[in-house]
């Protein structure tokens, strides 16, 4: 996927609520270009990561048509907007199916598919490990091959050497000709080498190298002293 462009459909609504984010107004005004094998999205609470990757995976998705893989996506959410119906994802033609989109909300109904799907053996089943372990379980056993992957906070099923595992894990994606697009609050995760950084902030989007962000020097600063903010408390 090369780019993502905003094409209104019927029953688009000009009053939705996401058009007032920033990274989704400049998705809508511009597009957005992806340049990177591997492109890492940072911010705040409330600056539209999710909100940004959960649209694309919709339209990613949206397009698998007869070839709908259906352990890439636990499917949407009541709580999803409308926008993945009225953006086109641009490149990759024809279009790879591998991958997947990981999301915490979602992960358990996935895992439960994917349970059903595969040969048991001895091992244990995903959900029957735990949340960190399962979630590499499942990124290691999906088909390795051409594919994108959309990861949203990984780091909440993660150790810090489960991150670091991660990271491992991303890398072979990219050399294996794969996409990913992860968005994240870790440091660790943000470190990924060789990472196009996205950050998203309330005036749009920035693209700074990593010991610039905002989550870097805060993690830093808190690791120096944790006594100058627990004061605060």
């Known amino acids: 996927m090369s780019r993502v462009e905003f094409t209104p459909r019927s029953g688009f609504d000009p009053a939705s609520w996401y058009l007032q984010v920033p990274v989704i107004a ?39 048509r007869g070839a709908q893989d259906r352990l890439w996506s636990a499917g949407g959410s009541t709580e ?15 279009k790879p199916y591998g991958g997947c989109f990981l999301r915490a909300e979602s992960m358990h109904s996935l895992f439960d598919r994917a349970d ?68 994240t609050h870790s440091p660790v995760l943000a470190a990924c080498p060789g990472a196009e950084i996205w950050e998203l902030t309330e005036d749009g989007t ?5 010991s610039e962000l905002e989550l870097v020097r805060s993690w830093r600063s808190f690791l120096d002293g944790p006594e100058r903010f627990l004061r605060h408390l």
């Open 80 to 94: 999803d907007t409308d926008l993945p119906r009225h953006l086109s994802c641009v490149g990759a033609q024809p």
């Open 26 to 64: 400049e998705l809508c005004r511009d597009g957005i270009d992806f340049t990177n094998p591997v492109t890492v999205i940072v911010g705040e609470n409330g600056v539209g990561k999710s909100t940004l990757v959960e649209a694309i995976a919709g339209a990613w998705q949206s397009g698998f």
């Open 206 to 210: 920035e693209y700074p190298d990593w």
């Open 116 to 183: 059903t799907d595969r040969v048991r053996d001895a091992d244990q089943g995903l959900n029957e490990l735990s949340h960190g372990q399962s979630f590499l379980r499942y990124v290691a056993d999906r088909p390795v091959g051409v594919g994108l992957w959309i990861l949203d906070e990984p780091e909440a099923a993660l150790s810090f050497q489960s991150c670091l595992a991660l990271l491992g894990v991303i890398k072979d994606l990219a050399a294996e000709g794969s996409q990913v697009v992860m968005a």
